[in-house]
């Protein structure tokens, strides 16, 4: 369809109500713009499905050509993901499973396939794992660390020997860290706790101090994760829906 008068071939320039003309010659040429018009075919997410919008006849002029194409709507329950045209023109296929048609007068019945997918909610159900992290007799290493009020000493200052309040002992292995208190524990010698010592503890406590734990009974860890839910998509639908168009 006529679009315009322009003053440049490519259509860049167009001539309004408003323009002047600046040209000192005795004629100037006007370029005639031309534009296909295009039919849209919306294909909107609706409910759990899809809809089509309408066809209506379209005046394009005895030379003229139209574009059928499509439009996506999503939502967040169904996504939208194509939509494919077939055109017949009596018993004849003009078009089939295109993205656009180009069409010039006529009647034609005009079929679109749209692809979706379908959103839905999954509950995943809680889960509680059970794993046994050292057994009984097991020898592991933890780290230690105490308040002590009275301490024994050895030779070259070393603390062989300490009455210990509040004594904690923790490893990665162990369901919780161990905690005592008032115990005398001695270098190389097992605690009241199941605690050995691998080095004397000197200079200070027994801060980050390693030892040896042996495990009098099976350690267990137990891991519940809680319930969620996930948005799970479906296998891609297909849905279609045929209309007339006329253009003219």
């Known amino acids: 369809v006529f679009s315009a008068w ?25 370029y005639a713009k031309w534009q296909r018009l295009t039919k849209t075919i919306t294909v909107s997410a609706s409910g759990s499905g899809v809809k089509f919008s309408k066809l209506a006849t379209v005046k394009v002029g005895k030379k003229g050509k139209l574009v ?18 077939t055109v017949k023109k009596g018993s004849k296929t003009v078009a089939k499973n295109k993205a656009t048609v180009t069409l010039g007068p006529g009647t034609y019945k ?11 909610v999954k509950t995943v159900p809680a889960k509680t794992e059970t794993t046994t992290t050292a057994k009984a ?14 301490s024994f000493t050895g030779a070259g200052g070393a603390i ?12 990665d292995l162990l369901a919780a860290p161990l ?15 199941g605690i050995r010592f691998t080095s ?13 734990y042996t495990v009098p009974a099976d350690i267990v860890k137990t891991v519940t994760t809680p319930a ?15 209309q007339s168009l006329k253009v003219k």
């Not at 005009?110 to 959103?119: L, M, P």
């Not at 905690?179 to 706790?193: K, R, V």
């Not at 004397?200 to 040896?212: I, L, M, P, T």
């Open 160 to 171: 062989l020997s300490t009455v210990a309040t509040d004594m904690t002992c923790t490893s």
């Open 110 to 120: 005009v079929t679109t396939t749209a692809s979706y997918k379908v959103a839905s």
């Open 68 to 85: 059928i194409k499509s439009a996506l709507k999503d939502s967040t329950k169904v996504d939208v993901t194509g939509a494919k045209f």
């Open 137 to 150: 007799g097991d020898v592991i290493d933890v780290k230690c660390s105490a308040s002590w009020s009275t």
């Open 179 to 193: 905690t005592w208190s008032s115990n005398s524990c001695l270098y190389g010698t097992t605690c009241d706790g």
């Open 200 to 212: 004397a503890v000197s200079g200070g406590g027994f801060s980050g101090k390693a030892a040896k």
């Open 6 to 30: 322009t003053t440049t071939k490519n259509g860049s320039t167009v001539v309004t109500a408003k323009s002047i003309v600046t040209s000192t010659a005795d004629t100037i040429t006007l």
């Open 228 to 242: 969620t839910t996930e948005t799970v998509w479906s296998a891609t639908k297909t849905t279609t829906k045929t």
